[in-house]
């Protein structure tokens, strides 16, 4: 033994020079390092090699099997450089970029002695490695079911080339692809079609298949006679051959849903308002209450009371409502002034007069009844120059505005019918000599229905022909 505590890192060779002590062999990596650059004074080996400094891919400037161990004879053929796939750490493990290797080409090298090929349990394919492994990694790999028979999976799926059906599956014949998806096993589908009704509970027993709940409505019937094989939820209940009146035997709170807290106070079987169909809508009978007693229900707390739009009013609800439905309501116009109408129909307590209305002064209820607003009964004329019109005179002959008011179109001959119809007068049919021609002014005939006479000469002495009230407003037309 030789202890070398003290001696000067680098003065390895001062001794081990081949005379005093062992030095470096003949075959020995040709350095002029120290020797405890790379070994120890423990011993010779194992020894390390700093390769810090030395030029990627350059490595079999040493690595040539004879300065330093080389490529083996079963290495993987290839031109690459040692650092492409090694490290100086260690050979193993070496990474191999799979760049640029094309795609099926994988057997070339996996052929189990250029590199890792199939082993001998792998699923029989003759599919190329990259239809479902990546370079990344064997596994996970992935598998394309895609041209697969259906039908045909238990060929591969029989729990020796691939996993099969598990011990506690379900009990049954059908192929695999009848409930399960290539995507996955989970989650899975089940065909209930042809299931026998009333048979749920061959599998649905708790063992084969989920069964009743401990906490299910207790009943002997099958589960199909509420459920369905689409979900269990949402599930219908037949109320068929329930006795009227005995509802609250199931929906007492702890069977069934029973009456909430909120409900209104009765005593009255659920039924009586209440559809098997569903809680709501729900009817109520009002039969027997008594008229006029409607707020001692309808307060706003035991049942909906008066809305705070309603129209001021003390009376009772049913004075205008109806106990079959809040809308339409009715309402009592006896008793109203006349006159008021807008007192309410202001467009605020209740419907008042359209932007479109005939432009008037009037009340309502000179038109207007109180039954309906349209159709209008009637409509007076106030003027004291409007006469009444034959037949062929309609509202818009004269009321060619939206107003009440018609201004005369010729004011120069108000309030006669010439105010009006100056427009139609034809002077060469209104003759007062017939030889030479001499005829009437608008203004000598301003009043349509007076009379004209037809004289002998322009001396107008002596009438020749009477012509009295020619033109009347009910013959409807001149």
Known sequence: MFNHAGVAAGSCATCHNGTTAKGKPANHLATTASCDSCH??????????????????????????TTAKGKSANHLATNASCDTCHRTTGWIPATFSHTGVAPGTCATCHNGTTAKGKPSNHLPTTASCDTCHRTTGWTPATFSHTGVTPGTCATCHNGTTA????????????SCDSCHRTTGWIPATFSHTGVAPGTCATCHNGTTAKGKPSNHLPTTASCDSCHRTTGWTPATFSHTGVT???????????????????????????????????????????????????????????????PVNHLPTT????????????????????????????????????????????VTTRSCDSCHRT??????????????????????????????????????????????????????????????VASPTVLYTVAELRDCSGACHIYTNSSLTTIKQSRSGHHHATDGGF
């Not at 996993?163 to 059908?174: R, V």
């Not at 659920?270 to 809508?281: E, F, K, M, N, Y």
């Not at 159709?375 to 009440?404: I, M």
Request: net charge positive; glycine share 10%.
């Open 40 to 65: 120890r004074t423990t011993g010779w080996i194992p020894a390390t090699f700093s390769h810090t400094g030395v030029t990627p891919g350059t490595c079999a400037t040493c690595h040539n099997g």
């Open 163 to 174: 996993k099969g059906k598990p011990a506690n599956h379900l009990a049954t014949t059908a």
């Open 244 to 306: 009227p009146g005995t509802c609250a035997t199931c929906h007492n709170g702890t069977t069934a849903t029973g009456k909430p807290a909120n409900h209104l106070p009765t005593t009255a079987s659920c039924d009586s308002c209440h559809r098997t169909t569903g809680w709501i809508p729900a009817t109520f009978s009002h039969t027997g209450v008594t008229p006029g007693t409607c707020a001692t229900c309808h307060n706003g707390t035991t049942a909906k009371g008066k």
């Open 315 to 358: 009376a009772s609800c049913d004075t205008c409502h109806r106990t079959t439905a809040w809308i339409p309501a009715s309402f009592s116009h006896a008793n109203v002034t006349p006159g008021t109408c807008a007192t309410c129909h202001n467009g605020t307590t209740a419907t008042g007069k359209p932007s479109g209305h005939f």
């Open 371 to 432: 039954t309906a607003w349209t159709p209008t009964s009637s409509y007076t004329h106030s003027s004291p120059y409007y006469k009444a019109h034959g037949s062929g005179l309609t509202c818009s002959s004269c009321h060619t505005s939206n107003n009440e008011v018609i201004p005369w179109k010729y004011a120069a001959y108000k309030p006669d019918c010439a105010g009006c119809h100056a427009g139609n007068f034809k002077a060469g049919e209104h003759k007062k």
